[in-house]
């Protein structure tokens, strides 16, 4: 039995709640003629204030908490300060305080526009091919014995958080170690990825906040004392959030741990690129662990050093002992996307496969991508500088030291939390502030706030 769809009585006497109840009346009786089946399992719902609204199927469902980094741009969009400022999410802006796009892909996506005789099909599964080529080279060096002698499999999958989760997924079905160690603290979005990919997550020792560097000698014991076989999360460079990677020599030592014990090593390489400005200088870590023909996994994103954020465009790369093995897993990871998106988006891939090919706007991107990682690094020393011209109490020399994208203030949630309330700056909560999204004209009101904080709150 459908009850009678109309407004509560003594509310319909306003000429809008008259068109409202006409319009029910119209929606009852044009779904009363309609079949049967529809009846039962079609019912409109009413209204808002209808009895329906308390029957959901789904009125247990608890309100989730905002996601720690995206979340804090939706906080940032609620306010209507003209000062406030965004530190929150690692997205690049220029000195104007907007957003990025490259000139060369700009050009890219022109060349794209201009080709008559490109079509929307389905790509393959595992992506466009010579994006996947061309990604490889990227980061594991054009002369990569590796890929000379084909033992890389690269799919593109959906930026890098895309590709970590394939990759996991991939090992959690197909390797016999299930257990991934991350650094501590390391991008917030890993635990969840690995262990919704089924993973058990745990977390070597990594950053020392007395020092504000790497507590090098807490990574070898925990690394040393993981189970034979376990696999090690590395971010490749420009360590998130700490902005604190190992010296090559430091790298080296962890190479020939994990190699001795038989770790798998899956790199996260989120900024090739971003942190020296070079794209070999970045892929270094990577390199050292290609070059001694051990196995490994790579998670490339083109999000930041092409600044395509929105087009989600990484790739996965599993480099494997022999060419035969490449191909079966290149297979399996098949099995994985297959149900999971079917194939990945064409554009992005498309875009950076044309710089990518294209001598000239390969180097041209080199350029641009130079330009914003110093920018970057001019951030840090206006700020720095700005701190010690206030006589902030602390040394802020880390501001410098650190690489990438961020730096890892030391700030409290307490400090964080005034800095938002008082200063409308927005940033997550351990402090963590995206030196990409700062410029000249920002840097005294985010000083101002720091130097307040520092010295009202504790
Ligand atoms: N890995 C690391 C270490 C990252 O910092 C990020 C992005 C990703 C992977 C995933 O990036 P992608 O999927 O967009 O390619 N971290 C950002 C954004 C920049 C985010 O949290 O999603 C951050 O603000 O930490």
């Known amino acids: 039995m459908r009850p009678e769809l109309t407004l509560p009585t003594g509310h319909a006497s306003s000429p809008t709640d008259r068109r409202l109840n006409a319009l029910l009346r ?10 049967s089946a529809m009846d039962t399992n079609n019912s409109i719902s009413p209204s808002p204030t209808s009895a329906f609204q308390h029957d959901s199927v789904f009125s247990h469902v608890v309100q989730a908490p905002e996601d720690p980094i995206l979340g804090v741009t939706v906080a940032y969009n609620k306010d209507p300060s003209p000062v406030k ?26 060349q794209l526009v201009n080709d008559r005789a490109r079509v929307k099909e389905y790509l393959p599964i595992i992506g466009l091919a010579e994006f996947n080529k061309l990604s490889a080279k990227l980061i594991f060096g054009a002369d990569s014995p590796a890929i000379q002698e084909n033992r890389v499999t690269t799919v593109q999958c959906l930026s890098g958080t895309g590709s970590l ?29 690995f262990t919704l990919a089924g993973l058990s997550v745990k977390t070597y020792r990594y950053y020392d906040p007395a020092t504000r560097g790497l507590n090098f000698q807490g990574l070898l014991e925990d690394l040393g004392s993981a189970p034979a076989g376990a696999i090690v999360l590395l971010h490749a460079c420009a360590h998130n959030p700490t902005g604190v990677d190992p010296t090559l020599q430091q790298w080296e030592q962890i190479r020939q741990l994990m190699r001795s014990k038989k770790l798998l090593p899956f790199f996260d390489s989120a900024y090739q690129g971003f942190a020296s400005g070079s794209l070999d200088a970045d892929a270094q870590s990577v390199r050292m662990f290609v070059a001694d023909g051990g196995e490994c996994l790579a998670a490339q994103s083109y999000a930041k050093n092409m600044g395509l954020y929105g087009e989600r465009v990484g790739a996965l790369s599993i480099v494997c002992k022999t060419a035969d093995v490449a191909g079966k897993v290149e297979s399996q990871l098949k099995l994985v996307i297959r149900p999971m998106y079917s194939n990945p988006p064409i554009h992005g891939a498309s875009i950076v496969a044309a710089i990518l090919r294209d ?23 206006q700020l720095c500088d700005a701190l010690r011209a206030r006589g902030t109490p602390g040394d802020w020399s880390h501001i410098i030291k650190q690489i990438g994208m961020f730096t890892f203030t030391g700030l409290n949630s307490k400090q964080v939390t005034f800095m938002t309330k008082e200063y409308h700056i927005y940033m997550t909560s351990d402090g963590r502030i995206s030196m990409a999204g700062l410029s000249s004209k920002t840097v005294p009101h985010l000083a101002d706030a720091i130097h307040a904080a520092v010295t009202r709150v504790v």
């Open 165 to 193: 989760r394939v990759g996991a997924e991939f090992l959690a079905k197909h390797y016999h170690q299930r257990t991934i160690y991350v650094p501590l603290p390391t991008w917030g979005n890993h635990p969840k990825v």
């Open 359 to 381: 001598r000239n706007l390969y180097s041209e991107w080199t350029i641009e991508l130079k330009a914003m990682a110093d920018r970057i690094i001019s951030m840090r020393h």
């Open 26 to 35: 119209h929606l009852s009786s044009s779904s009363s003629s309609s079949s």
């Open 85 to 110: 400022l965004n530190l929150g999410v690692g997205a690049y802006r220029t000195e104007e305080g907007k957003p990025l796009v490259l000139n060369v892909v700009r050009k890219a996506e022109q």
